[in-house]
């Protein structure tokens, strides 16, 4: 692998991550909603979560996927749109593993960007080897 290649290869995972990081970022915003209007009938907001693939040039974002699991109860009879028991259909976003999820991301765009500076300073250093 060429220092070349071990940039762009940093570099395709900053990306990857970043992306990571916006959808976290969005799971977050909507952990409280009750309504998305982008479901059927207006279901909450699903969770959704990227599925990265790694491979020879970097990571790749194969997917992003809407959680499958169901939504979560809330009772509140004020709600307009509680059940015949009081209880609404709230996100399945749990802000905790999204924390989770948003600092194992920042630490891999940590590592990438630690990456990227030691190729860079050793190409630095090989450009300085022939100076006199």
């Known amino acids: 692998m060429s220092l070349n290649s071990a940039m762009n290869t940093a570099a395709t995972g900053l ?3 970043r992306f990571r990081m916006d959808v976290i970022s969005v799971n977050i ?6 309504r998305s209007g982008t479901g059927p009938a207006g279901d909450p ?7 990265l693939k790694g491979g020879s040039e970097g990571p790749t974002i194969q997917a992003v996927l809407q959680d499958p699991r169901p939504f979560n109860k809330k ?12 209880f609404v259909d ?4 749990e802000p905790i593993t999204e924390m989770v999820d948003m600092l194992t991301a920042s630490r891999s765009y940590e590592a990438n960007v630690a990456a990227f500076n030691t ?7 090989a450009l300085n080897i ?3």
Do not use: F
């Not at 915003?29 to 009750?34: E, Q, V």
């Not at 190729?119 to 250093?125: C, E, H, L």
């Open 15 to 17: 990306s990857a991550e």
């Open 29 to 34: 915003a909507n952990a409280n909603s009750t």
């Open 45 to 51: 907001y699903r969770r959704r979560e990227v599925v």
């Open 75 to 86: 009772l509140d009879p004020a709600n307009p749109y509680h059940d015949e028991k009081g």
């Open 90 to 93: 709230v996100t399945n976003v």
């Open 119 to 125: 190729a860079r300073g050793m190409i630095k250093s």
């Open 130 to 132: 022939g100076k006199v």
